[in-house]
């Protein structure tokens, strides 16, 4: 049986919720769900969960998890509730969703993500260049029990191979500001027929993640550079951030009077988007031995794979291809022979 390699939990406050209604090209009727939850103390520590469900099942029955979404979508109040109808006019444009929305951060709803939550990463060109950001999706929302007092919190787990050693970041001072991981995640996926009656082979799936280590303290900077290998496992705790900094834009305009150009500063919202290392340690070869998303020959398989979808996107812009324990534990050795 396969480790559980990407593993996230979290919980906020509700700050908005964009709702999609629509309908495939088979005419089955889709929800789409992105909600906006503060998860820490600060107001700019907000990251986006994502869920999607078809109305009916492969097999034409009512889905639970579309019910769900719409009790989401009905009955989740946010300080910004927005909704989409697609179902009959696929250009239809965003309103604002009454019933679900309120005035003050107090009457919000707090929702939990704690089942089937998954880490991946959503590339796309633009202007010739390939961005690459992570994103949180899940099937399942919850909201804390009226009267409580929870506390806003994200936490994860990734199990996986190094692709790198732990690179050292630099500031323009020659200071070492961070340091920085490519971190391999495989995901064993059995063999099985499809509906057409063709047999799908089992294969490892691979997605890789940049991860960032800020806590600069000695202990950690030395375990990490010693441990965090190319081509070792480990589990990894992680916190994803995306943090809200407001900056000042500075303009040049002509004056309306007198001579050359008078400097002006505008507000902006820059959105800064990072997975940080809070922990980890190396795992001992009969901790994954027997697993077979651990197949180094199979993950080498799978980076081609991921190298390939984005070759592919390159060659297609404008096409978007979607796809925790805390401290540092014991030294082990490990497998530097990876395919890749």
Request: charge should be negative.
């Amino acid at each position: 049986m396969a480790m559980e390699t990407n593993s996230i939990k979290l919980g906020g406050y509700l700050i908005s919720k964009i709702v999609t209604l629509g309908k495939t090209s088979t005419g089955n009727e889709y929800i789409s769900v992105r909600l906006t939850l503060q998860v820490g103390e600060e107001d700019s520590q907000r990251i986006d969960v994502e869920a999607f469900s078809n109305k009916l099942t492969s097999t034409g029955q009512p889905n639970k998890i579309y019910a769900s979404l719409m009790t989401v979508h009905e009955q989740y109040k946010s300080l910004d509730s927005q909704f989409v109808d697609r179902r009959a006019k696929k250009d239809a444009q965003p309103v604002k969703h009454e019933a679900s929305t309120v005035a003050n951060k107090e009457e919000v709803d707090f929702v939990y993500v704690n089942k089937g939550v998954k880490l991946t990463n959503n590339r796309y060109m633009s202007n010739g260049e390939l961005i690459t950001t992570f994103r949180l999706t899940t099937n399942f929302f919850n909201r804390a029990k009226e009267g409580s007092d929870p506390t806003p919190y994200i936490e994860g787990m990734l199990r996986g191979v190094c692709g790198n050693d732990i690179q050292r970041v630099m500031d323009n001072d020659g200071d070492v500001v961070a340091l920085k991981l490519e971190f391999l995640v495989p995901e064993y996926r059995e063999g099985y027929t499809n509906r057409f009656g063709e047999e799908i082979p089992s294969s490892v799936a691979v997605e890789r993640f940049e991860l960032v280590l800020r806590d600069l303290n000695e202990d950690a900077v030395n375990y990490c550079e010693d441990e965090f290998v190319k081509g070792r496992a480990c589990e990894i705790g992680i916190e994803p951030m995306s943090r809200i900094e407001q900056e000042q834009v500075k303009t040049e305009e002509k004056p309306k009077r007198g001579f050359g150009k008078v400097p002006t500063f505008a507000p902006t919202t820059k959105v800064t988007k990072e997975i940080r290392i809070i922990g980890g340690f190396a795992l001992e070869e009969d901790e994954y031995e027997n697993d077979p998303g651990f197949d180094y020959e199979a993950i080498g398989e799978g980076v081609k794979a991921l190298e390939k979808k984005i070759e592919d996107l390159k060659e297609n812009e404008g096409k978007s291809v979607p796809l925790a324990p805390k401290g540092f534990g014991k030294k082990s050795s490990g497998n530097n022979n990876l395919p890749f």
